[in-house]
């Protein structure tokens, strides 16, 4: 004899995961939406950078500039970007080096924010404890607020002088090669639109300049279509003058002791001088020999 009880009971509840599947499908939706966000955002800024390294490139070959490689190294070329601004007036005073402005005001805004971060971290971490362990984090916590708030306004106030630094340089870029207010809007309309500063850096460093504007080149010796020249080793004055000729032997003429320099125009005087002194030793040496004999 079995005892037992078997109960059916239904509750109208749906058997099977329903709800945990639409839950699935949305969050799949929502991290393919992602993942194409991601990839699209990387691939422009590759082209970015490429197209606004090429122009870069391109500016500083034709200014002159002596290292146009930094076209294409992060860092290297905000300061390669600066310098092909020039110095820029501000008021009653000119901006020299803005390239080295344009790579230290990141850093050093990166820098303080991080900073700040750091301490508002540190202190909502000490407010958040003394509320838990005593109640009285209050204290904490406020300066917690007042420090994010700071933080805040350090980041925003970094971006705008950033900003600013940017229209500006890319302003006195653009002033060469277009007109004064196209200057204006194009350097306003890249901190707005994404890859407008890349193109429109590479449309301009195609266009000729404005007259009275081109760079400072030193001038280049037109080579016509041939091969270049080699370069020659460099030479000092004294080699790069030509040997003078030697001179001709002076003719000696034999001179007698009665002709004089006036009626050979070859006889040197000391020479004459000279020949005379020995003829008169000669003559008075042969004459003791004949004194002599005349004595005995």
């Known amino acids: 004899m079995e005892y037992g009880n078997d109960f059916d009971f239904s509750y109208g509840v749906p058997d099977g995961p329903t709800m945990s599947s639409s839950g699935l499908g949305i969050f799949s939706v929502i991290m393919t939406v992602y993942l194409l966000v991601i990839v699209a955002a990387v691939i422009i800024g590759i082209v970015k950078y490429v197209f606004k390294s090429m122009a870069l ?49 990141p850093l050093i805004g990166t820098a303080v924010i991080a900073g700040l971060y750091f301490l508002f971290i540190v202190v909502a971490g000490i407010g958040t404890a003394l509320s838990y362990s005593t109640g009285m984090g209050a204290g904490s916590l406020t300066l917690s607020c007042v420090m994010l708030i700071v933080l805040i306004i350090a980041a925003v106030a970094l971006q705008a002088i950033e900003a600013v630094l940017d229209v500006l340089v890319n302003f006195h870029i653009y002033h060469r090669l ?17 890859m407008y500063e890349a193109i429109c850096l590479f449309v301009m460093s195609k266009k000729p300049y404005n007259p009275g504007m081109e760079p400072n080149l030193p001038p280049q010796t037109p080579n016509f279509g041939c091969d270049p020249v080699p370069p020659t080793m460099p030479v000092s004055p004294a080699a790069s003058v030509s040997p003078m000729p030697a001179e001709a032997p002076v003719q000696q003429v034999p001179v007698t002791p009665t002709e004089s320099s006036a009626q050979n125009p070859y006889v040197n005087p000391m020479q004459v001088q000279e020949t005379e002194d020995l003829a008169k030793d000669t003559q008075s040496t042969e004459a003791e020999p004949t004194e002599n004999s005349a004595e005995k």
């Open 57 to 105: 490139y391109r500016l500083a070959q034709r200014t002159g500039n002596a290292n146009p490689w930094m076209a294409w190294v992060p860092f290297a070329r905000s300061y390669l970007q600066g310098e092909l601004a020039g110095s820029m007036p501000l008021k009653k005073r000119r901006l020299q080096s803005p390239g080295l402005w344009k790579v230290l005001i």
């Open 178 to 194: 277009t007109s004064h207010n196209m200057a204006i809007i194009h350097s306003v309309l890249g901190l707005f639109i994404p």
